[in-house]
C-alpha cells in the first residue's frame, strides 16, 4: 500500500513570506502528527490531528498551524516565514492516536526561507 | 532541556558485531518508547518498541531492553550489517501504553556498520 505521501517536497520561499505544506495519510489511518527537523533542535513535535480535531500542540509560536480534512488529509501552514523555520518538516501517520499504534513517517518537504 | 538524550552522535562498528545503542531520559512520567532509523532524504523508520511495563523486547536482529530505575534504554543489533548504516533515534511519549501521540526525539546516533 501507499505511505504517507508529503508535497512538495522541496520548497524556498522568502522571509514574511506564508507557505501550506500537505500530507496523504496512509490509506485507513486517521492521525495525523507533524514534526520539524532542525540540525540544532532535532525533531520536534509540532502537532497531531485526529477526526478534524487538534489532538495535542507542540511549543511552537502562533504562525504554525495545521489542519485535517474529512479524509485524514492534513496540512501545515506557517505564516511570516522566519529563517529559522528553514527545516525539513515530517508528517507521521498512525491508525489511531497514541505511540503505542505506531507511527509511519513521510519523507518530508525540505523548507527553505531566504 | 533535553528530555530524551542520545550521547553518542556517532558508532562505528565491524559487520556481523554487536551494535548497541544507548538512551537516556528524564521525564518520569515516560511510558513509552521508541527507536526509529533515518536513511538521508527519507523520513524515519519505525524499528521497534517498548512498554514500560516490561524490560525487554525482541525483533529478529533488534532487542531493546528498557530499565526504569536508571531512565535508560538501549537498543542492539546482533548481527550488524552494512544496511544497518543509518541514524537512530530513541523517542519517547507518556501516557500509559503509549496512549499520547506527541513523542519526544533524541538528536540521533549515526551508526556506521564496515564491512
Known amino acids: 500500500k501507499a505511505g504517507v505521501t508529503q508535497t512538495p517536497r522541496y520548497l524556498i520561499k522568502t522571509r514574511g513570506q506564508q507557505v501550506t505544506l500537505s500530507c496523504s495519510p496512509i490509506s485507513g489511518h486517521r492521525s495525523v502528527s507533524w514534526y520539524q527537523q532542525t540540525p540544532g533542535q532535532g525533531l520536534q513535535f509540532l502537532f497531531e490531528?485526529?477526526?478534524?480535531?487538534?489532538?495535542n500542540k507542540g511549543n511552537f509560536p502562533g504562525r504554525f498551524s495545521g489542519r485535517q480534512f474529512s479524509n485524514s488529509r492534513s496540512e501545515m501552514n506557517v505564516s511570516t516565514l522566519e529563517l529559522g523555520d528553514s527545516a525539513l518538516y515530517l508528517c507521521a501517520s498512525s491508525l489511531l492516536p497514541g505511540a503505542g499504534y505506531g507511527y509511519t513517517f513521510g519523507s518530508g518537504t525540505r523548507l527553505t526561507v531566504v | 532541556d533535553q528530555q530524551v538524550k542520545q550521547n553518542s552522535p556517532s558508532l562505528s562498528v565491524q559487520e556481523g558485531r554487536i551494535s548497541i545503542l544507548n538512551c537516556d531520559y528524564t521525564n518520569s512520567m515516560f511510558d513509552y518508547f521508541l527507536w526509529y532509523k533515518k536513511y538521508p532524504a527519507e523520513g524515519p523508520t519505525f524499528l521497534i518498541s517498548?512498554?514500560?511495563?516490561?524490560d525487554k523486547n525482541e525483533d529478529g536482529r533488534f532487542t531493546v531492553f528498557l530499565n526504569k530505575s536508571a531512565k535508560h534504554l538501549s537498543l542492539h543489533i546482533v548481527p550488524s550489517q552494512p544496511g544497518d548504516s543509518a541514524v537512530y533515534f530513541c523517542a519517547a511519549s507518556e501516557g500509559r501504553g503509549g496512549s499520547q501521540g506527541n513523542l519526544i526525539f533524541g538528536k540521533g546516533t549515526k551508526l556506521s556498520v564496515k564491512p
Open positions: 517498548i512498554s514500560s511495563i516490561k
Open positions: 490531528y485526529f477526526s478534524e480535531t487538534q489532538r
